[in-house]
């Protein structure tokens, strides 16, 4: 039987953390019909269209991406390139508590574009022409109908979910509870969103996410004000069902990281717990020595509590930019989240200027220095890479301070005001910046590969390609006699101890399996990986926006058995009607079966 790709004597990874071993594969029907060894028969190459000569590289499972915030783009760019591109062929929506499920088009648009620094009016006019869904299996069917690139999994948003049965005004006010009425109405969507499908629900604690809009602007997120009792009240319908939770606790509040684990836990669930993924597990510099205890307290609180709780990881150095004050560590900050609070330029400048202002502000960031943060707050290790004067290019605002006798932040406010405020652009990496720490993080069992962001913060980072630098930094350090992984063990962290975590039916490449994967070049994993790039979005009005490139690592990606892009035919390209008239992903609902091992069941 002929087959519609060959991918010839390559190193194959099964995403189950199994010693790669040179296989051709051969696709059928948008499954792995055949892994042939060396010593096999032939894989028959007569009237397959896109036969790839992997001899030298790797053939793994499409990476997952289980924290993005594409919900508006997908709607506007179903292809979603800036994953695919680098090996990504399944990602989650709906984290963090922002989903577009529930929500009408403007509340959600509030909900999610400061949040996410996405342009609102984009996120607001892509719901406004594309919603036509009200209920949960709605929502699925018109997802699963795009022109999906890559495989779509989600989940249903606690602040979408709170916003629909409150209203976002109640749902944003300290005073209000859910009445037990409404309290019953959430659990009964939840309920409706698990039967369509969605993995589970998606929460956020910290109140440093502000809305956008004009209503209710820089109030905190809808699930920030939620009572124990109102969480408890949904994570029972998550435990009845089997599903999963992702969130994050209050740095602020110490108890509240507990509260995940005792509700998780199967001793007060009498026998069923609830899988919970957490925000973050990073070597923060604002906390040195918090990456020597959370992992050890992780692990003995899940022992000790029969919980199940893991923390997402990021496993590159967490780099920052930022457009003069646009960066969301500063609504850590009431006088951060006042400036940010203000759109006009001018009005902005102005409020910098303002010595009363200017006193609030250092009086908040020198305290904020004797608390937990995400950001460690040293002007010295923020430099500036663009700016109207020349001459601070390449500065850091702690030097320029030092050059001039003025506090830190004094410096930045002023060099933000005499250049325009967005004018300035700036850097620093906020965690996992010490290599020996980022390495045991990566082996750490309490945490999971998670928290790209891919799809938001467009102008702050750019972390698609994860995957691909993880990959790298494993094999470098092979090559250099320092191994801290293998690649097997890598690359199942990547896809198929992920998608077990998650429920979806995604991240392994044996026979049967469905065919997603990526055929990589060891020898494309260079500089170009880590390199710094901008493209112009035209869906986003033309904001550039940072991104990867790194197509020289990239031998093919392949979605539900098609090549999307690369390939035989067409290097570092996508196929021809990608993501517009061409469909390869799915949604991929909860609990689904695997439907290759199905299909290659029913042929035999």
Same mark, same amino acid.
């Given at each position: 039987?002929?087959?519609?790709?060959?991918?010839?004597?390559?190193?194959?990874?099964?995403?189950?953390?199994?010693?790669?071993?040179?296989?051709?594969?051969?696709?059928?029907?948008?499954?792995?019909?055949?892994?042939?060894?060396?010593?096999?028969?032939?894989?028959?190459?007569?009237?397959?269209?896109?036969?790839?000569?992997?001899?030298?590289?790797?053939?793994?499972?499409?990476?997952?991406?289980?924290?993005?915030?594409?919900?508006?783009?997908?709607?506007?760019?179903?292809?979603?390139?800036?994953?695919?591109?680098?090996?990504?062929?399944?990602? +989650? $929506? &709906?984290?963090?508590? /922002?989903? #577009?499920?529930?929500?009408?088009?403007?509340? !959600?648009? %509030?909900?999610?574009? @400061?949040?996410?620094?996405?342009?609102?009016?984009?996120?607001?006019?892509?719901?406004?022409?594309?919603?036509?869904?009200?209920?949960?299996?709605?929502?699925?069917?018109?997802?699963?109908?795009?022109?999906?690139?890559?495989?779509?999994?989600? +989940? $249903? &948003?606690?602040?979408? /979910?709170? #916003?629909?049965?409150?209203?976002?005004?109640? !749902?944003? %006010?300290?005073?209000? @509870?859910?009445?037990?009425?409404?309290?019953?109405?959430?659990?009964?969507?939840?309920?409706?969103?698990?039967?369509?499908?969605?993995?589970?629900?998606?929460?956020?604690?910290?109140?440093?996410?502000?809305?956008?809009?004009?209503?209710?602007?820089?109030?905190?997120?809808?699930?920030?004000?939620?009572?124990?009792?109102?969480?408890?009240?949904?994570?029972?319908?998550?435990?009845?069902?089997?599903?999963?939770?992702?969130?994050?606790?209050?740095?602020?509040?110490?108890?509240?990281?507990?509260?995940?684990?005792?509700?998780?836990?199967?001793?007060?669930?009498?026998?069923?717990?609830?899988?919970?993924?957490?925000?973050?597990?990073?070597?923060?510099?604002?906390?040195?020595?918090?990456?020597?205890?959370?992992?050890?307290?992780?692990?003995?609180?899940?022992?000790?509590?029969?919980?199940?709780?893991?923390?997402?990881?990021?496993?590159?150095?967490?780099?920052?930019?930022?457009?003069?004050?646009?960066?969301?560590?500063?609504?850590?900050?009431?006088?951060?989240?006042?400036?940010?609070?203000?759109?006009?330029?001018?009005?902005?400048?102005?409020?910098?200027?303002?010595?009363?202002?200017?006193?609030?502000?250092?009086?908040?960031?020198?305290?904020?220095?004797?608390?937990?943060?995400?950001?460690?707050?040293?002007?010295?290790?923020?430099?500036?890479?663009?700016?109207?004067?020349?001459?601070?290019?390449?500065?850091?605002?702690?030097?320029?301070?030092?050059?001039?006798?003025?506090?830190?932040?004094?410096?930045?406010?002023?060099?933000?005001?005499?250049?325009?405020?967005?004018?300035?652009?700036?850097?620093?990496?906020?965690?996992?910046?010490?290599?020996?720490?980022?390495?045991?993080?990566?082996?750490?069992?309490?945490?999971?590969?998670?928290?790209?962001?891919?799809?938001?913060?467009?102008?702050?980072?750019?972390?698609?390609?994860?995957?691909?630098?993880?990959?790298?930094?494993?094999?470098?350090?092979?090559?250099?006699?320092?191994?801290?992984?293998?690649?097997?063990?890598?690359?199942?962290?990547?896809?198929?101890?992920?998608?077990?975590?998650?429920?979806?039916?995604?991240?392994?490449?044996?026979?049967?399996?469905?065919?997603?994967?990526?055929?990589?070049?060891?020898?494309?994993?260079?500089?170009?990986?880590?390199?710094?790039?901008?493209?112009?979005?035209?869906?986003?009005?033309?904001?550039?926006?940072?991104?990867?490139?790194?197509?020289?690592?990239?031998?093919?990606?392949?979605?539900?058995?098609?090549?999307?892009?690369?390939?035989?035919?067409?290097?570092?390209?996508?196929?021809?009607?990608?993501?517009?008239?061409?469909?390869?992903?799915?949604?991929?609902?909860?609990?689904?079966?695997?439907?290759?091992?199905?299909?290659?069941?029913?042929?035999?």
């Amino acid at each position: 039987m002929s087959y519609d790709v060959i991918i010839r004597d390559g190193l194959w990874f099964d995403g189950m953390g199994s010693a790669p071993q040179t296989r051709t594969l051969g696709i059928r029907d948008g499954v792995v019909a055949a892994v042939a060894g060396p010593f096999d028969e032939p894989v028959d190459e007569t009237g397959c269209p896109e036969v790839i000569d992997a001899a030298g590289k790797w053939i793994v499972p499409g990476f997952i991406d289980v924290h993005t915030h594409y919900d508006a783009e997908v709607l506007l760019d179903p292809g979603l390139r800036e994953s695919v591109r680098h090996g990504v062929t399944t990602v +989650l $929506l &709906g984290n963090c508590s /922002l989903s #577009t499920v529930y929500a009408n088009s403007e509340d !959600a648009a %509030d909900l999610f574009s @400061r949040v996410e620094a996405v342009p609102r009016e984009y996120v607001y006019g892509a719901l406004d022409s594309s919603k036509t869904w009200s209920t949960a299996a709605e929502y699925v069917q018109a997802i699963d109908d795009l022109p999906l690139g890559p495989n779509i999994g989600s +989940l $249903l &948003g606690h602040s979408d /979910l709170r #916003t629909a049965v409150l209203g976002l005004d109640r !749902a944003t %006010d300290d005073t209000v @509870r859910p009445t037990d009425a409404e309290l019953e109405k959430m659990a009964a969507l939840l309920d409706e969103a698990l039967d369509a499908g969605v993995l589970g629900m998606s929460g956020m604690d910290a109140a440093i996410d502000k809305l956008d809009g004009e209503r209710y602007r820089s109030r905190a997120l809808p699930s920030t004000f939620a009572t124990w009792r109102e969480r408890r009240r949904l994570i029972k319908v998550l435990r009845k069902r089997g599903r999963m939770l992702q969130s994050a606790p209050d740095v602020e509040n110490p108890i509240s990281a507990l509260m995940f684990f005792l509700t998780s836990s199967r001793i007060f669930g009498r026998g069923k717990g609830v899988r919970m993924s957490l925000l973050v597990s990073a070597d923060a510099k604002s906390m040195p020595l918090a990456v020597h205890v959370m992992g050890p307290a992780t692990r003995l609180a899940n022992k000790l509590l029969r919980s199940s709780l893991r923390f997402q990881h990021l496993p590159v150095p967490f780099e920052l930019y930022s457009d003069g004050i646009d960066l969301p560590v500063f609504e850590e900050f009431g006088a951060g989240t006042a400036a940010l609070h203000l759109r006009d330029q001018l009005e902005r400048n102005e409020l910098l200027a303002d010595k009363e202002y200017r006193r609030r502000f250092r009086r908040q960031f020198d305290k904020l220095k004797l608390g937990p943060s995400l950001w460690h707050r040293d002007f010295h290790d923020a430099v500036i890479v663009e700016c109207p004067d020349k001459s601070l290019i390449g500065k850091s605002f702690g030097a320029i301070a030092d050059e001039r006798g003025l506090h830190p932040l004094d410096a930045f406010l002023d060099v933000l005001v005499e250049n325009g405020e967005r004018n300035v652009r700036w850097t620093t990496i906020v965690a996992n910046h010490r290599p020996k720490q980022l390495n045991k993080l990566a082996n750490d069992p309490s945490v999971h590969m998670g928290f790209s962001d891919a799809g938001a913060h467009l102008r702050n980072m750019a972390f698609y390609n994860f995957g691909l630098k993880l990959l790298k930094r494993t094999r470098d350090a092979d090559r250099a006699g320092t191994p801290f992984m293998s690649p097997q063990r890598a690359v199942h962290r990547l896809t198929g101890e992920l998608a077990e975590w998650f429920g979806l039916d995604a991240g392994t490449l044996r026979q049967g399996d469905r065919a997603d994967f990526v055929v990589i070049d060891p020898a494309g994993l260079d500089d170009a990986v880590d390199g710094y790039y901008e493209e112009a979005v035209p869906f986003y009005g033309g904001l550039r926006r940072m991104v990867n490139r790194n197509d020289d690592a990239i031998v093919a990606t392949g979605v539900n058995g098609v090549v999307v892009f690369g390939g035989s035919h067409s290097k570092g390209r996508f196929r021809d009607g990608y993501g517009q008239t061409v469909k390869s992903g799915r949604y991929l609902r909860a609990g689904q079966r695997r439907r290759g091992r199905v299909a290659l069941a029913a042929g035999a």
